[in-house]
T-cell receptor, first 112, second 117 residues
Framework: GDSVTQMEGPVTLSEEAFLTINCTYTATGYPSLFWYVQYPGEGLQLLLKATKADDKGSNKGFEATYRKETTSFHLEKGSVQVSDSAVYFC???????????FGSGTKLNVKP | ETGVTQSPTHLIKTRGQQVTLRCSSQ?????VSWYQQALGQGPQFIFQ???????GRGNFPPRFSGLQFPNYSSELNVNALELDDSALYLC????????????????FGEGSRLTVL
């Protein structure tokens, strides 16, 4: 069945460091891929998405590229800020957007 | 624009009891999905409702049931509670004919934290 695997956390970085959070997936067909973020005390919210191979999603300085050949959708940011501290979830869904499969989440701590 | 609201935010039940969780969807959204998030895990899909009909179900037993009302709000009911049902229950709304609607985006509430003793 469909599934998502992401790197375990927590990830601790200093402000302005480069961030990579790895995400790989298993799916039939051509899923859409997402990164959701959960800030402390808030609900999950969409960070970025990509709906087909080689698409790059981007938002708030974060980027992720849909790599079908490696079944990956790694999240990157060139310079993290303290305000980026949150839990990040990689997710996929099939064409009908019915059921989303989420990874287990990666907690990011950014220190000043 | 009013976001997704869930109630109650926290509750404690004992094994064997029943619980009802409620969700008001975001304005303009006609689809509601429910997810269970155990501590340290990602959300797991329970089921989805579209225009008052169940539109997909995850790997959860029948004692997990739901409803969607004409105003698109929704309830999640869990009967015969077990200790493993302790989790954060998330409601997500979206618009369109499918769960994510036109954009594939789910709008989540902050969740209802259920503890089963």
């Amino acid at each position: 069945g469909d599934s998502v695997t992401q790197m375990e956390g927590p990830v601790t970085l200093s402000e302005e460091a480069f961030l990579t959070i790895n995400c790989t997936y298993t799916a039939t067909g051509y899923p859409s891929l997402f990164w959701y973020v959960q800030y402390p005390g808030e609900g999950l919210q969409l960070l970025l998405k990509a709906t087909k191979a080689d698409d790059k999603g981007s938002n708030k300085g974060f980027e992720a590229t849909y790599r079908k050949e490696t079944t990956s959708f790694h999240l990157e940011k060139g310079s993290v800020q303290v305000s980026d501290s949150a839990v990040y979830f990689c997710a996929l869904t099939q064409y009908n957007f019915n059921k989303f499969y989420f990874g287990s989440g990666t907690k990011l701590n950014v220190k000043p | 624009e009013t976001g997704v609201t869930q109630s109650p935010t926290h509750l404690i039940k004992t094994r064997g009891q029943q619980v009802t969780l409620r969700c008001s969807s975001q304005s303009g959204h006609n689809t509601v999905s429910w997810y269970q998030q155990a501590l340290g895990q990602g959300p797991q899909f329970i089921f989805q409702y579209y225009r008052e009909e169940e539109n997909g179900r995850g790997n959860f037993p029948p004692r997990f049931s739901g409803l969607q009302f004409p105003n698109y709000s929704s309830e999640l009911n869990v009967n015969a509670l077990e200790l493993d049902d302790s989790a954060l229950y998330l409601c997500a709304s979206s618009k369109g004919t499918s769960g994510g609607g036109d954009t594939g985006e789910l709008f989540f509430g902050e969740g209802s934290r259920l503890t089963v003793l």
